[in-house]
C-alpha cells in the first residue's frame, strides 16, 4: 500500500545532541526513527526529542517527547502498562474548511491519518490497544484567520477519540495562547505551559507554513492498521 504523506516520523532537528545519551540505548529504537536527533537535558534529567507541526514520534525508552502549539492539536497516547508511547503535532487543512470537522470528507481523512499512523506505530512498538490512554492538548486560536482552525482540530480530535473508544485522561484545549507541551511516555506525566509572553509570531509563521504545506500536499493512499 502507498504510504499517505500526512504526518512524517521525526528524523530531523537542529538541536544540540550528544553522542552518549544517559539511560538511551540505540539498539531500542522504533522503525522509522533511528536518525532522530535526540539531546539530554539536565533540568528534566531525561533525553528529549523535540516534534515539529507534520511529525509524530514513539518510544519504548523513558524518553521525553515535546512541542510547542498554537492551533495545532497533540495527542499524548501510551500503553498504562507497557509505558510505550508517543505523541503527534497536526491541524486539519484549512482548505476544507467549509466541512465540518467530523464530517466525511478529506479533511476528517487527514485527522485519521495523523492518529492512525500514530496508534499504529504504537501497537508495532508492543502496545495494547486495550490499555492505550490518552492525552490531548492544543487548539488555541492563535492564527488569525476567519475560521478557527484550532476549534476545528478539537471539534475532530474529540470526535475521533469517541468513535474509537479510546480513554482520555487529560485535556487542554482551546484559549489563544500557544502552549509548550513536554510528554513523559513511562510514566504518562505531562507538562503543558501556556506561552502567554511570547515576543515573536514563531509559532504563527510556522503553523501558516504547515497550514500552506497542506494545501498543496495531496491526501494520497491509505493507512495499514496493524
Not at 30 to 52: C, E, M, S, T
Not at 102 to 129: C, F, P, T, V, W
Request: hydrophobic letters at 40%.
Amino acid at each position: 500500500m502507498t504510504k499517505p504523506p500526512a504526518l512524517a516520523s521525526v528524523n530531523s532537528w537542529s538541536g544540540r545532541s550528544t553522542s552518549v545519551l544517559p539511560g538511551f540505548d540505540p539498539t531500542r529504537v522504533q522503525l522509522g526513527f533511528a536518525h532522530v536527533n535526540r539531546y539530554f537535558d539536565p533540568l528534566l534529567n531525561h533525553v528529549v526529542v523535540k516534534i515539529l507541526p507534520g511529525e509524530f514520534y514513539v518510544t519504548t525508552q523513558g524518553e521525553a517527547v515535546v512541542t510547542v502549539l498554537g492551533s495545532c492539536v497533540s495527542a499524548c497516547i501510551r500503553d498504562r502498562r507497557k509505558g510505550i508511547g508517543g505523541m503527534n503535532h497536526f491541524m486539519l487543512p484549512e482548505s476544507f474548511a467549509s466541512e465540518a470537522a467530523h464530517a466525511n470528507g478529506r479533511a476528517e481523512r487527514y485527522g485519521n491519518i495523523a492518529m492512525e499512523q500514530l496508534i499504529n506505530s504504537l501497537l508495532k512498538a508492543g502496545a495494547d490497544r486495550n490499555e492505550l490512554e490518552v492525552k490531548v492538548f492544543g487548539g488555541g486560536r492563535v492564527l488569525a484567520q476567519m475560521t478557527d482552525v484550532g476549534k476545528r482540530n478539537i471539534e475532530f480530535v474529540r470526535h475521533y477519540l469517541q468513535v474509537e473508544n479510546l480513554v482520555v485522561t487529560a485535556e487542554d484545549l482551546g484559549d489563544i495562547y500557544p502552549r509548550h507541551v513536554q510528554y513523559f511516555p513511562m510514566s504518562g506525566r505531562v507538562r503543558v505551559r501556556q506561552l502567554r509572553s511570547m515576543h515573536n509570531d514563531t509559532v504563527a509563521v510556522r503553523e501558516r507554513g504547515y497550514l500552506n504545506k497542506l494545501k498543496a500536499d495531496p491526501i494520497a493512499g491509505e493507512v495499514e492498521l496493524f
